[in-house]
């Protein structure tokens, strides 16, 4: 298989599961899902449910299914703990999944493109600093996590620096997006509240973060 066969089959397949997403949304059938009934059946099914639900979110990012509800959705079922657990062994693995594919089918056809000087120099600084890069990008939460997984395989980032920064940098995300799930169990609850308040101080981080550094830049100027 040629290089550019293999990028053009890896868009298509891309194209392909945002229609099917696009197909459900607009034909009501996601909105007919019963999530109560599924939630019940997973709880029942014990490790198992568990077990089904770390192979969902594995094979997620194939079907550009958006993390975060499907994280929610853990905690709400499994609960803060156990949801934690599973998310971060199958968004860890969903996120290994994800790189291989690009850097399997996707590195060679985009080196072809890679020809512009600022891309190419920032390709050898992921390189060099992968493990930092990408911690960064999953600790902050406005980086699309998927277009993390797939960017990274494109790069020259090495899998173990892209893995060990991935599995480290989920892992606060994950708890807070699990607390928050598994709140919703008890809406209204004094724990309800203090899972928000976690959520929202989790969702502001980014900005503080660019206020921080942007007075950084304006001291040093």
């Known amino acids: 298989m040629t290089r550019s066969k293999s990028l053009w089959l890896l868009l298509i397949w891309f194209l392909a599961a945002a229609s099917c997403l696009l197909v459900l949304k607009e034909t009501g059938v996601w909105s007919r899902l019963d999530m109560d009934f599924l939630s019940d059946w997973l709880r029942d099914l014990g490790f198992a449910g568990g077990l089904l639900y770390m192979i969902a979110y594995t094979l997620r ?3 550009l299914f958006p993390a975060t509800p499907l994280t929610i959705f853990g905690g709400f079922v499994f609960g803060a703990f ?3 657990v599973y ?3 199958g968004a860890g693995a969903g996120a290994m999944l994800s790189f291989y594919i690009t850097r399997k089918w996707g590195r060679t056809g985009f080196q072809r493109i890679l020809r512009n000087k600022k891309l190419q120099t920032f390709d050898r600084k992921a390189e060099e600093n992968g493990f930092m890069v990408v911690l960064y990008m999953r600790l902050m939460p406005f980086f699309p996590f998927d ?5 990274a395989g494109l790069s020259k980032i090495r899998f173990w620096d ?5 599995l480290i940098g989920i892992i606060p995300g994950a708890i807070v997006y699990n607390v928050f799930g598994a709140s919703l169990q008890e809406i209204g609850s004094e724990d ?3 899972a928000i308040a976690l ?6 981080l980014p900005f503080a973060f660019k206020k921080r550094e ?3 830049s304006s001291d040093e100027g």
């Open 162 to 166: 892209y893995t060990w920064a991935t």
């Open 214 to 216: 942007k007075n950084l």
């Open 147 to 151: 277009g993390v997984s797939y960017g």
């Open 87 to 89: 998310d971060i062994i």
């Open 199 to 204: 959520y929202v101080v989790f969702a502001l």
């Open 61 to 63: 990012p194939l079907v």
């Open 192 to 194: 309800f509240y203090w």
């Open 82 to 84: 156990w949801g934690t």
